[in-house]
């Protein structure tokens, strides 16, 4: 395969993608303008495809704010949410489902701590990694039991036949489905969701001591040249 | 005396009194990467760029971009005039912090 000349060079697609979605529009064009030419021009003949490459993804990571990364996460969960409980209301008991959230779990958990790492790179401080976690962990996790809320109480006939909602109605001092679920929601809202959220800050924090011990943030010490 | 700039946002308003013209955001981030001698995010650099753009401390004007960026236009900071007030009342706040002080403090050496 030919490779391309540096000045034509086209960062990866992904990269692009996370900078068009998740980079306020006003500096959108400029700032894809200014790392395309730094790739180009420096960081590509420098570094080769592949560390180009990373290099790209790494800048634009560190655009992203904790607030737009957190509703962007909270945005997938919910339509996961979704096309789990309405569009396959029975399979493995719904997404979120008690048989299969180990994986789901651990993927957020580093995310939060992905958070926190880009965090640290762009500040140098753990504050500011365990508050980003923080921020991530409670937007996406809200936006997450909104959508459970919001399905529940649209699509009641469709989740009612849920083994686990069925479980719930039955340890429940109520007789009404609604009740028993929205129940349920207001004490996820009051308990689990701080809880999520110190989780994020932990994990947060967790990510920023990894950014500190790779020694690859913004506080590393340029070799001489 | 009105709200100072922290120190990161004092040393990318210099950046841009230090590029005259030519400063835009990779021009910036490297001024800054090298003044400060340590890789600095993109992402620490356009966020601080923003804030003292809402401080009214910089303004921005867009131009034309080039051929390498593929046509995506460049844009060009400069310090507004409360922008080099904040920076003169900083450092006339960190030398009078100092003065009367020896320098380098004696304390902190090995």
Not at chain 1, 80 to 95: Q, S, T
Not at chain 1, 155 to 181: C, G, N, Y
Request: glycine share 12%; aromatic share 6%.
């Amino acid at each position: 395969m030919i490779e391309p000349k540096p000045e034509e060079a086209v960062p990866p697609r992904w990269a692009a993608a996370v900078l068009r979605l998740l980079v306020a529009a006003r500096d959108r064009e400029t700032i894809a303008g200014d790392l395309v030419e730094q790739y180009r021009e420096e960081i590509l003949p420098r570094l080769g495809r592949a560390g180009a490459r990373r290099w790209y993804g790494r800048q634009v990571l560190s655009l992203v704010s904790s607030a737009r990364l957190g509703l962007a996460l909270g945005v997938v969960l919910a339509l996961g949410a979704a096309a789990g409980d309405v569009l396959l209301p029975l399979a493995n008991g719904g997404a979120g489902g008690s048989d299969e959230p180990a994986p789901i779990g651990v993927v957020l958990l580093c995310l939060w701590g992905a958070a926190g790492y880009l965090a640290w790179q762009k500040t140098g401080r753990l504050a500011a990694a365990a508050k980003a976690g923080a921020i991530v962990a409670l937007l996406s996790m809200a936006m997450t039991m909104l959508a459970f809320f919001l399905i529940d109480n649209l699509f009641l006939d469709l989740v009612s036949r849920q083994p686990e909602k069925i479980w719930l109605l039955r340890h429940s001092q109520s007789q009404d489905m609604r009740a028993t679920l929205n129940a349920a929601h207001a004490r996820g809202l009051l308990f689990v969701l701080p809880l999520l959220t110190a989780a994020g800050a932990v994990c947060g924090a967790a990510g920023g001591v990894a950014g500190k011990l790779a020694g690859n943030g913004r506080f590393r010490r340029r070799a001489p040249r | 005396m009105a709200e100072l700039p922290g120190t990161f946002e004092q040393a990318v308003m210099l950046a841009v009194v230090r590029l005259g013209t030519g400063a835009y955001g990779r021009a910036i981030l490297q001024e800054l990467q090298a003044r400060l001698g340590r890789e600095v995010a993109a992402g620490a650099v356009y966020a601080t760029l923003q804030r003292l753009e809402d401080k009214d401390f910089l303004s921005s004007r867009l131009a034309a971009g080039t051929a390498v960026r593929g046509g995506r236009p460049r844009r060009y900071y400069t310090v507004a005039p409360s922008g080099f007030r904040a920076l003169n009342d900083a450092r006339s706040a960190l030398d009078g912090l100092w003065q009367g002080l020896p320098w380098p403090l004696a304390g902190g050496r090995p």
